[in-house]
């Protein structure tokens, strides 16, 4: 049996963490780019809160990875390029591609190697996905410099393709249900176990997702990760993933 005690050192650690990325983020959004060194991103976090979460920045950058990619939830990312490792927004390569595309139309193929955090191969195989869906414009020039353009008016085959979830489809009564279940079973406490809202809801699987897709993208929730091992399976199993794998334990309203 838990007692009040351990439960809240839970919710102070668990607070800690929220903390700690909400420290990051404001230090990306003060930068105005959408990825920093991993240094850099930690650094932002203040030094008593480094300290209760056992952070130490001049750690190997290996090392200093595991630490931090235990502080992520839906909003940052780490990204890793040959010799460097970042912090950025959570978003795909191809976003970041075009996202510099569009800020510095006609740039050059190396230029934009060198901007996206992640490796030069991979880089080159999102742009030539990109290109083959006909998002990105090539031009070469006469010293056969590669130039990339964003395309403003899509092939149609490209229409209609990896359409995000629509939050809006989501019905009203169903975010407001979703939302009272949270504030019964927290009973005033700010960190929820998800598992337990998706068993006091008992929707279908898909139904629970998409309410939890979209609160995210609404920015009316965080969710937050953390050490699964003293849950069980069903317990971990009715939990949230995201598109990418990613495991979420726990919910905090905004």
Same mark, same amino acid.
């Given at each position: 049996?838990i007692?009040d005690?351990?439960i809240f050192?839970?919710?102070?650690?668990?607070?800690?963490v929220?903390?700690?990325e909400k420290?990051?983020?404001n230090g990306?959004?003060?930068?105005?780019?959408?990825?920093l060194p =991993?240094k850099?991103m &930690?650094?932002?976090? !203040?030094?008593d809160?480094?300290?209760r979460l056992?952070i %130490? #920045?001049?750690a190997?950058v290996?090392k200093l990875?595991?630490q931090v990619e235990?502080?992520?939830?839906?909003r940052?990312?780490v990204?890793?390029?040959k010799?460097?490792t970042?912090i950025?927004?959570?978003?795909e390569?191809?976003?970041? =591609?075009s996202?510099? &595309?569009?800020d510095? !139309?006609?740039i050059?193929l190396?230029?934009?190697?060198q %901007? #996206?955090?992640?490796?030069k191969?991979?880089?080159?195989?999102t742009?030539?996905e990109?290109?083959?869906?006909?998002?990105?414009i090539?031009?070469i020039?006469d010293?056969l410099?590669?130039f990339?353009?964003?395309?403003?008016?899509?092939?149609e085959q490209?229409?209609?393709k990896?359409t !995000?979830?629509?939050?809006?489809n989501?019905d009203?009564d169903?975010?407001?249900?979703?939302?009272?279940?949270?504030?019964?079973i927290?009973k005033g406490?700010n960190?929820i176990r998800?598992?337990?809202?998706r068993?006091h809801?008992?929707w279908?699987?898909?139904q629970?997702d998409a309410?939890?897709?979209?609160?995210v993208?609404n920015?009316q929730v965080e969710?937050h990760g953390?050490?699964?091992s003293?849950?069980?399976?069903d317990?971990?199993?009715?939990?949230?993933?995201?598109?990418?794998?990613q495991l979420f334990?726990?919910?905090?309203w905004r």
């Amino acid at each position: 049996m838990i007692n009040d005690d351990t439960i809240f050192d839970i919710e102070k650690s668990m607070m800690d963490v929220y903390e700690a990325e909400k420290c990051m983020v404001n230090g990306l959004e003060k930068s105005g780019k959408l990825y920093l060194p =991993i240094k850099t991103m &930690v650094r932002n976090i !203040p030094q008593d809160l480094r300290t209760r979460l056992e952070i %130490k #920045v001049n750690a190997p950058v290996k090392k200093l990875r595991s630490q931090v990619e235990r502080l992520l939830g839906q909003r940052l990312k780490v990204f890793s390029a040959k010799k460097s490792t970042y912090i950025g927004k959570n978003l795909e390569n191809a976003e970041i =591609i075009s996202d510099i &595309v569009q800020d510095h !139309p006609e740039i050059s193929l190396k230029m934009v190697c060198q %901007k #996206v955090p992640v490796t030069k191969q991979q880089t080159i195989e999102t742009i030539n996905e990109m290109i083959q869906n006909g998002i990105l414009i090539p031009r070469i020039n006469d010293k056969l410099n590669i130039f990339l353009t964003l395309n403003k008016q899509p092939d149609e085959q490209t229409e209609g393709k990896d359409t !995000p979830v629509d939050p809006q489809n989501v019905d009203e009564d169903l975010t407001s249900t979703f939302h009272e279940a949270y504030k019964t079973i927290g009973k005033g406490r700010n960190f929820i176990r998800i598992h337990r809202i998706r068993e006091h809801l008992n929707w279908p699987g898909d139904q629970f997702d998409a309410v939890m897709k979209s609160l995210v993208q609404n920015y009316q929730v965080e969710l937050h990760g953390g050490d699964p091992s003293s849950m069980s399976d069903d317990e971990i199993a009715n939990s949230f993933k995201d598109e990418n794998g990613q495991l979420f334990l726990t919910i905090s309203w905004r």
